[in-house]
């Protein structure tokens, strides 16, 4: 039988606010361990909460550019579980008045463009961490880290819209460009600044009751949810495939072995045994307030790629590349205001720079060649002092040394040579030696040539202006 | 005179006259602590090194000839549910027995700047769960009229030792009567302020909604002057009150003329003691006499006040009492895995009323019980509210019985928890309501003094002040010491 897969997301996302959510305790990741801690976030006999006006500002912004609703009356509210991880063995957080619902953002996939409802986003506070011992089944004893506690957190659900692993990648990823073009979060999925649970269900296809879900959790990085929804649906459709029913449980994602595993039934769910935080009192945003948020919200990314296709003539593909993430999207603005052709800058983008950071394992904004470095080596290139090949080798060498292009080219006589003159020995030279594919050429074997352009670019070390050895080798055969 | 048996008012005066000096009027306190303390037992934790410090500051500042503040010197105590740097604090539980807070409370750091002398930490039901002072997990203070006779609760030891004149003042924290109810039983003066009006930050919570600390003294002066020591916004409190601390010294007219008084009958309830009907009564036929005009007035809700207040606090309780599991701090038990530690550090760790309030708390907030129980409690919270806006439209303080009874017999309700709730019948509405209410001796039976309850508006503290000064000055009750005092 064909089934519909029927996917919602629950995102997790830190925001990058100094302090934490209800002390004044640094966010800072790294720190040696519970040194970010106070009477407060270590939930000591009669502390009290206060909240950071930011996080409420951040959920805002979050909300809006989500294009949700912002409640004008929210509040927090305790959600009770032991765990040691969790200090004051509740987490204060918000249940049935979040501060934004009712919102969505839209995916490309398969060239179709598709609208995810988000329902809800609210805020709450992070947990510490457990650091076990050598492994977590052989462990004897385990050390909580408290600096993460009561770091903010926003909790981004998704309705059940998803239709795929892929799509649950894509808007995994919008949600992504987006928390990071408000500049709310770094969204560093390995420092688990964004996380991502799943709940998974099929259905046959046409039908339009959902089936019983499983809530998939641990998807922390964009390949686990791509991978983990895709073995969750080859199971489900295995289990239903064979007559048998879907049981609604809480699963985790097993990365290392590629497979999800039950953690607890239905039955074994927590009852969280919510109610409204006292010591917290309720969110009352102003509207006036709310509007000067939205009026300084930065360009979004699906504004950008339509400005980079408009002004640009950048092919959508492009210019969602470009702009997913927000780094690239200013390396590329900075690269074209610093005179570089807008197509070039995409093509060494997306090419040569992507792929010497995913080689040095670098974010962007550790990268060593400035956008307006890269510009300069893309002038070099169209004015026909370097060529195409020259260029990488160029801006290997900018890579490496931090030097602009020009003065590489100079130090290294890098300079394209475009003379005929001084050319014209080199392939002389290389016709009398290569006499068999002289004739393979003459014989109609175009590819011949190739060989023989590969020969002279060799003798005058890749300067030799290709397009010009091309036209002297034809003339001179 | 003995210098503990003076009030801070009094003892400020002989202070800034330089008749005598702090580090006397505290020796004084402790020489009396070490008379009687063996028979009253009011204390958890001494600080008398600290005490003597803090004294000999005052006295220092006072031959400087600086100005000093009016509890400057003057020693007193806090309810072991206060946080105080460096110094133990226990909420009378085996699971805080050895905490020792790496901060102080708003109202520590408050004393502290008027250079109080601490003389302790006084002893309570632990958590500040009961009425009698009995399940303190260490020992049970007596009460000094009747060393047979309980003190009350939950703020039994700051009552006692302030009616023992083992201290000035005293802090408690009422969150269903605890600060009314023993002063009632001992016969001094205490005030729960409007919620919001003192800074709970550094108060262990027991439930955070009805929780407010405020001041046990041997008269309406000095409960006036704590007040204002205490009072005011705090940042670090959300539910702190940002309105103006008034000199509530100021309020202290020996004249209720034109001051309308309100009864609500629903308060006289079944079992009373008809000694303390008649004190009330005839406490209402003298506030007419001194000018003020009085009414009946109708508080329906008033039945379902205890039942509300007994979901409320619990189900508050069963979350704030959560973080006591032995893996941060506290007592921890033995136990194989995580959960057999949880488990065994707070059966140890906990009395049994504690248990108790935390698994009728858990079950008011359980699903399938939320909104038969914990909502419902909510909503009959908003009709109680309700009553009093109306009756405050009519009316500018309520006068009641502060209990039923007076002081009990140690052990006589121990086995009955119900009939140690019923305590509170006529406290816990003010709590829900989050009103200010202050009480204040108004007669004895068989040797036992009776509380009368004033109550007022929200931030009305001046208003009940007035009132209950002008009974006060009307009367002797305060003057009289408890017959330990005489010892």
Excluded at chain 1, 29 to 50: D, E, I, K, M
Aim: hydrophobic share 40%; proline share 5%; with cysteine.
């Amino acid at each position: 039988m064909d089934y519909e897969v029927v996917v919602g997301l629950e995102v997790h996302t830190e925001l990058k606010t100094a302090t934490k959510i209800f002390c004044g305790c640094s966010t800072k990741f790294g720190a040696a361990q519970n040194t970010n801690v106070c009477p407060v976030c270590l939930g000591l006999p009669g502390v009290l909460p206060v909240l950071n006006a930011r996080v409420v500002e951040f959920a805002v912004r979050t909300g809006l550019a989500l294009n949700c609703r912002i409640l004008p009356f929210s509040k927090f509210d305790r959600k009770n579980y032991y765990y040691p991880d969790l200090p004051k063995n509740f987490q204060t957080s918000q249940y049935d008045l979040p501060i934004a619902v009712d919102g969505h953002l839209d995916i490309a996939v398969g060239g179709q463009t598709r609208r995810i409802g988000i329902t809800r986003v609210h805020m709450e506070e992070d947990a510490g961490k457990l650091v076990h011992a050598g492994s977590i089944t052989k462990s004897e004893y385990a050390l909580v880290d408290y600096n993460r506690t009561g770091v903010p957190l926003l909790e981004i659900v998704s309705e059940p819209d998803i239709r795929s692993a892929e799509e649950a990648k894509a808007y995994l990823e919008k949600l992504k460009a987006i928390l990071q073009y408000i500049d709310v979060s770094d969204c560093k999925m390995e420092e688990g600044s964004l996380r991502c649970d799943a709940n998974i269900s099929l259905r046959p296809k046409g039908e339009t009751k959902l089936g019983t879900k499983a809530e998939i959790k641990n998807l922390n990085s964009f390949k686990a949810v791509q991978k983990g929804l895709e073995y969750e649906t080859a199971r489900q459709a295995d289990v239903l495939g064979e007559g048998g029913r879907v049981i609604q449980e809480t699963r985790t994602w097993d990365d290392a072995c590629g497979v999800t595993v039950s953690l607890r039934s239905k039955e074994e769910a927590h009852d969280y045994r919510y109610f409204p935080e006292p010591d917290l009192v309720p969110i009352v945003v102003d509207p006036a307030w709310v509007e000067d948020i939205r009026r300084h919200l930065p360009e979004l990314p699906d504004a950008r790629q339509g400005r980079l296709m408009k002004d640009y003539g950048l092919s959508a593909y492009e210019a969602g590349v470009i702009t997913a993430g927000r780094a690239m999207a200013e390396y590329f603005d900075a690269t074209v205001a610093a005179g570089a052709d807008a197509k070039a800058a995409a093509n060494w983008l997306m090419g040569e720079l992507s792929r010497q950071l995913n080689a040095a394992g670098k974010e962007l904004e550790d990268c060593p060649v400035a956008p307006g470095q890269l510009a300069g080596l893309i002038g070099l290139q169209a004015q026909g002092t370097v060529s195409g090949k020259l260029a990488k080798t160029v801006f290997e060498a900018m890579w490496a040394s931090g030097k602009d292009a020009a003065a590489i080219v100079k130090e290294q006589g890098l300079v394209q040579i475009s003379d005929a003159g001084a050319i014209e020995a080199v392939v002389d030279k290389v016709i009398a030696a290569n006499p068999q594919s002289v004739d393979d050429f003459k014989a109609g074997k175009e590819r011949a040539i190739g060989f023989l352009v590969g020969q002279v670019m060799k003798e005058t070390k890749g300067r030799a202006n290709p397009e010009l050895v091309n036209k002297l080798l034809r003339e001179r055969m | 005179m003995e210098l503990n048996k003076l009030t801070a008012h009094e003892l400020h005066g002989r202070l800034t006259a330089k008749e005598v000096s702090a580090a006397e009027i505290t020796a004084a306190v402790f020489a009396r602590i070490d008379a009687v303390e063996d028979k009253v037992r009011a204390y958890i934790t001494q600080t008398r090194d600290q005490a003597l410090a803090q004294a000999r500051a005052v006295d220092d500042k006072i031959k400087r000839g600086e100005a000093v503040a009016p509890l400057a010197g003057i020693p007193g105590a806090l309810k072991d549910n206060m946080c105080v740097k460096g110094v133990r604090t226990t909420c009378a539980s085996q699971i805080l027995a050895n905490f020792v807070p790496p901060y102080d409370a708003a109202v520590v750091e408050k004393l502290a700047a008027q250079n109080a002398v601490v003389v302790g930490k006084a002893n309570l039901d632990e958590f500040a769960m009961g009425s009698s002072c009995e399940n303190s997990s260490f020992f049970a203070t007596r009460n000094p009229w009747d060393t047979a006779a309980v003190p009350g609760g939950s703020s039994g030891g700051s009552a006692a030792a302030v009616a023992a004149a083992e201290a000035v003042w005293a802090l408690g924290s009422d969150t269903g009567g605890s600060i009314r109810q023993p002063a009632a039983y001992c016969g001094v003066v205490g005030l729960k302020p409007t919620y919001g009006r003192v800074s709970r930050y550094g108060l262990v919570a027991y439930a955070s909604s009805l929780d407010q600390i405020g001041p046990i003294t041997r008269d309406v002066a000095d409960c006036a002057l704590v007040l204002g020591a205490i009072a005011g916004h705090d940042g670090r409190d959300s539910t702190s009150v940002d309105a103006p601390v008034p000199d509530y010294a100021k309020a202290l007219i020996p004249d209720v003329k034109g001051l309308k008084i309100g009864l609500p009958k629903e308060y006289f309830v079944a079992g009373m003691d008809p000694a303390v009907e008649k004190a009330v009564y005839a406490a209402i036929d003298q506030l007419k006499a001194l000018g003020a005009e009085y009414k009946e007035v109708a508080m329906p809700h008033t039945e379902y006040a205890l039942a509300a207040y007994y979901l409320v606090a619990t189900a508050e309780a069963s979350s704030n009492l959560a973080r006591y599991d032995g893996v941060g701090f506290g007592h921890r038990g033995e136990g194989n895995d995580i959960i057999a530690m949880y488990k065994r550090s707070r059966t140890e760790g906990f009395g049994e009323e504690v248990r108790r309030r935390i698994m009728l708390g858990t079950y008011a907030l359980s699903s399938g019980y939320y909104d038969a129980y914990y909502l419902k409690a909510l909503k009959v919270r908003t009709l109680i509210k309700q009553d009093f806006d109306k009756a405050f439209g009519e009316v500018d303080v309520l006068v009641a019985p502060i209990a039923p009874t007076t002081a009990f017999k140690v052990g006589e309700k121990m086995d009955d928890p119900l009939a140690m709730y019923l305590q509170d019948v006529c406290t816990v509405p003010i709590n829900l309501a989050g009103l200010p209410a202050i009480s204040l001796p108004c007669g004895f039976a068989a040797g036992l003094p009776i509380g009368l309850q004033i109550i007022g508006r929200p931030l009305g503290e001046e208003t009940i002040l007035r009132a209950a000064y002008a009974f006060e000055q009307a009367n002797d009750y305060h003057r009289r010491l408890a017959p330990l005092g005489e010892v």
